[in-house]
Structure formats: structure tokens, C-alpha cells
């Protein structure tokens, strides 16, 4: 489980292991340590089991029998989809979101599906539902949101790699917390199909070991379906090949200045980020420390009041699926209820003004950025939080969003921009974890960030570390 999917899919077509014996070392693996970590919400042994053995030597797919995990937030044809809310407890999926398509026509094996927070919210994932995920560096920590779950049975060996998706850095946060890569695509660069025409803020991705990996996977998940309402133009070449490249010397903007004002940024978090930007200038990148135009005293509220939003549409349309009118407080987690009533206060008009208030911001750091080829932040400006600090059904929940914010104010206003975005683990913290750096790209400029990426990579290779829960003499 922590050999590179490609390199498993070989040993696979080569005959030398088979799908069946890939597999039941990931479901013996969930078996052994699902208990203390909480990944999963439901593993699918039968019918992973069942496809493993249709594998057989020689299969071309490039993921032919590799094992995955999808987030609980997209459909898995005849598994339980909750999104982490007791409102579809019982819901069954009747069909594969279009992602998870294209995973299957890869040739990847779903063994199961992992936790999130309940609508993806919070940046920590504890849902009431299903009960916490745990980081395996650190039981008593969070392994991070929305995309937790994912990261947990990735840090902890029991599957390769784990599909996620990112609204406000739902796949970065929890690769920055469990020694992950995690890449936010460029807005629309991976098809919402069937559920939604686009996303302004949500996008699909991986979390894997390494930016070859990402890299490979995005390559199986990007493109236009039939239907789309937006789409990312496609790449001059596969993002395997650009990540494979060396990335030049290029014009490199650090900053540790948080989008929000009142964020503090803890001393190593923004220490990992100096130290980055000098390994950068080491291996021949022109770097400039700058202060970008992203604060101002009302960017919470504007980014706030337009999550909200789209929170509120997914808690209507699950409660539609509930077969209800409508939610109601009794349905979901005190959060999830607040920002419904947040919602519920915006016209159609305030809404619209929002967005385009928000995009505005957007385009002035757009047009700031031009001037470089990479922007390089800390991934997050705390250290994962221990499990229960926020929490979903606090007294106070719009103050738990608020201190969320603090944990994570690098992360969303990528979201809002639509530019791609990749956290990876450069070092290693005093306190036993994993301490990331993020890096932003041009618009569409994927391939250029993943070749950035795969060179500190090499400068400084993580994929060998591995968690004190999943060290082979644990």
C-alpha cells in the first residue's frame, strides 16, 4: 500500500501479483487499523472483491487493480451516500458520479468510502454521523477537511490513494496535515457531471504520495463531459509528461501574510515557508518576498456569505432526497443549520452582488500575480487541531467556522479564484508532524505547478515517511 499506483498496476499487468492479492492486502490493512483511525465509513469487501478478480494479467488500463477510497460526498452505484449528515443516513446511490466513472474505466478497484464533515464544511472531519477521523501521525489530532477520511487511509497504508475534492481546501488542509500532496485543479478542469453543470468553488482531485502520482491520476479525471457548463481548456501535453519536466528558473512570489487580518500564523508554519522559498532560490528560481492585495476587513463575510450559499443548496437537495419538503434543525448538525439560516437571508440580488464583489477581489489578485510563475504561501497557519477543538455541534457554531477560518486562511481564496493550487509536505515538524508549504500557479497552468512541485520534491523527497501508526514494525 505505499508503493505508487502505476507501479502496483505493472506488477499487476505483469502477472507477478494479482488484483485479488492487491486488494485483500488493502482490505486487511482496513481491518487492522480502521478501528483507530475512523476512515471509512463503509468498505465494500465483497464487491471489491468481486471486481479484483474480473483483473486479470495483461490488462492495459493504466490502474488495473489498484485499490481506491472515494469521499462520501460522491456517488458510488449501490453504496451508502451520507455526506457525512444523519439527513441521508440511509441514502443508497443509484448510479457513479462521473469521477469515480473514470476511475472504474482506469481500472481502479473502490474498496469503500471515506468520512467527511457533515456537508463539507469544517477543515476537520468529525461528523456526528460516522464519528471522527483521526490523523494516523497523531490519533489524538485531526487528519484534516473536508477531505479527511481520504487522508487518514492514505497516511495510514490502507489503500495507495484516495479521491477527494477541494471547496475552500478540502483536499490541501488534509494533505498538509497527513504528509500528503493535494492538488486543487484550475476551476472546471474536472467535470461536476452528473449533478452539476459546474462549480464556482468545489473541483475533484487525488490524495496521494507524490506530484508524479497527481499528476497521473489528474490525467484520468480531467476533461469535458458532455453537458458541462464551463470547462478548463485542455493541456498542450499530459500532466504526467509537464510534471516529468524540469520547470526552468522561474519568477517566484512568498508571502506569509494571510488573506484574513486577524489570522495570526504560527512561527513554524511561516518558518516552513521561508525556508521553502530559500530552497527555491538554491535551486535557481528568482524569488521575492511580496504582500499580495488579498486582506481587507471584509473578505471573511464575502467568502463566508457565498459558502453559505452553496451549503444551503446542498443541504436542500438533500433533504429533497430525504424525501422532505425542506431541512429542519432537527436533521442536521448545529452548523450546518446556521449557515441554512445565513442563507435563507440573502435575496437572489444579494447573492448575485456577493459573487461579484467576490470575483472583483479575485481579479485584482489575478492581475498582482501576473507578474509571476508561482506564488508560494504556508499550507496552513496552525497545526492540526486535537479532535473535538471544532466542533459542528457547538453551542456556537458560527464561531467554530470563524476559528476554522484561522486554522486554514490560505486555502479558500483559491477557491474563489479558480487558479490551481498544491499543498506538499517539504518537512517535518518538531511536534511529529508533517509541515507543508503551498504552492499557486498561473491560470490553467497545472502542468508548470506540478513540474515546480515535483522538483522540491526531489530536492527534498517525503513520499519514504511514513506515520507512526503504519511503520512496518508497528
Known amino acids: 500500500m505505499f508503493l505508487p499506483a502505476g507501479e502496483l498496476a505493472g506488477l499487476v499487468r505483469s502477472g507477478e501479483l494479482s488484483a485479488l492479492d492487491l486488494v485483500r492486502a488493502s482490505l486487511e490493512r482496513i481491518e487492522q487499523l480502521d478501528g ?94 460516522h464519528g471522527p477521523a483521526r490523523n494516523p501521525w497523531d490519533l489524538g489530532r485531526t487528519p484534516g477537511g473536508s477531505s479527511g477520511g481520504s487522508a487518514a487511509a492514505v497516511a495510514a497504508g490502507m489503500v495507495p490513494l484516495a479521491h477527494g475534492n477541494d471547496g475552500g481546501g478540502s483536499l490541501r488542509i488534509p494533505a498538509a496535515c497527513c504528509g500528503l500532496v493535494g492538488l486543487k485543479a484550475q476551476r472546471n478542469r474536472v467535470s ?44 498542450g501535453e499530459p500532466f504526467a509528461s509537464a510534471a516529468a519536466r524540469d520547470p526552468g528558473r522561474l519568477r517566484i512570489a512568498f508571502t506569509t501574510v494571510p488573506p484574513l487580518p486577524d489570522a495570526p500564523v504560527e512561527t513554524r508554519c511561516a518558518q516552513a515557508t521561508a525556508d521553502a522559498a530559500q530552497l527555491l532560490e538554491q535551486l535557481g528560481h528568482e524569488v521575492e518576498e511580496v504582500l499580495p492585495p488579498w486582506q481587507s476587513d471584509d473578505i471573511a463575510d464575502l467568502f463566508g456569505g457565498y459558502f453559505a450559499a452553496h451549503v444551503a443548496v446542498g443541504v436542500y437537495f438533500a433533504a429533497l432526497a430525504a424525501g422532505r419538503a425542506g431541512p429542519s434543525a432537527t436533521d442536521v448538525e448545529a452548523l450546518s443549520w446556521a449557515l441554512w439560516e445565513r442563507s435563507l437571508t440573502l435575496t437572489a440580488v444579494r447573492f448575485q452582488v456577493l459573487q461579484t464583489q467576490l470575483q472583483a477581489r479575485m481579479r485584482v489578485l489575478a492581475r498582482f500575480l501576473e507578474g509571476y510563475d508561482a506564488l508560494l504561501t504556508p499550507a496552513l497557519a496552525q497545526r492540526p487541531p486535537a479532535i473535538g477543538e471544532l466542533d459542528g455541534n457547538a453551542r456556537q457554531p458560527l464561531e467554530t467556522f470563524a476559528r476554522s477560518g484561522h486554522f486554514t486562511p490560505f486555502t479558500p481564496i483559491l477557491n474563489a479564484g479558480g487558479q490551481p493550487a498544491i499543498s506538499v509536505p517539504l518537512y517535518h515538524g518538531d511536534d511529529g508532524l508533517p509541515l507543508a508549504v503551498q504552492i499557486v500557479g498561473r491560470p490553467a497552468g497545472e502542468g508548470a505547478l506540478l513540474a515546480l512541485a515535483a522538483q522540491l520534491e526531489s530536492a527534498l523527497p517525503w513520499s519514504g515517511r511514513r506515520a507512526p501508526l503504519a511503520a512496518p514494525d508497528a
Do not use: C, Q
Not at 475512523?38 to 485499490?67: H, K
Not at 466513472?101 to 481502479?108: K, Q, T, V, W
Not at 502520482?213 to 470547462?231: F, K, N, P, R, S
Open 36 to 129: 483507530s483511525v475512523g476512515a471509512f465509513v463503509e468498505v465494500d469487501a465483497e464487491g471489491a472483491l468481486a471486481t479484483a478478480a474480473t483483473i486479470a494479467p495483461g490488462d492495459d488500463r493504466p490502474f488495473a487493480g489498484v485499490p481506491i477510497a472515494i469521499k462520501n460526498n460522491r456517488a458510488v452505484e449501490g453504496l451508502r451516500l451520507t455526506h457525512g449528515s444523519a439527513l441521508l443516513a440511509d441514502s443508497i446511490a443509484a448510479y457513479d458520479h462521473g469521477v469515480v466513472a473514470r476511475l472504474r474505466r482506469a481500472g481502479f478497484v473502490i474498496v469503500g468510502t471515506t468520512k467527511l464533515p457533515e456537508f463539507g464544511i469544517l477543515p476537520v472531519t468529525e461528523p456526528a454521523l
Open 192 to 235: 461536476a457531471a452528473p449533478d452539476l453543470g459546474a462549480s464556482t468553488l468545489s473541483i475533484d482531485g487525488v490524495l496521494t504520495r507524490t506530484v508524479a502520482e497527481t499528476a497521473a491520476l489528474l490525467d484520468v479525471i480531467a476533461g469535458y463531459v458532455a453537458g458541462d457548463a464551463a470547462w478548463a481548456p485542455p493541456p
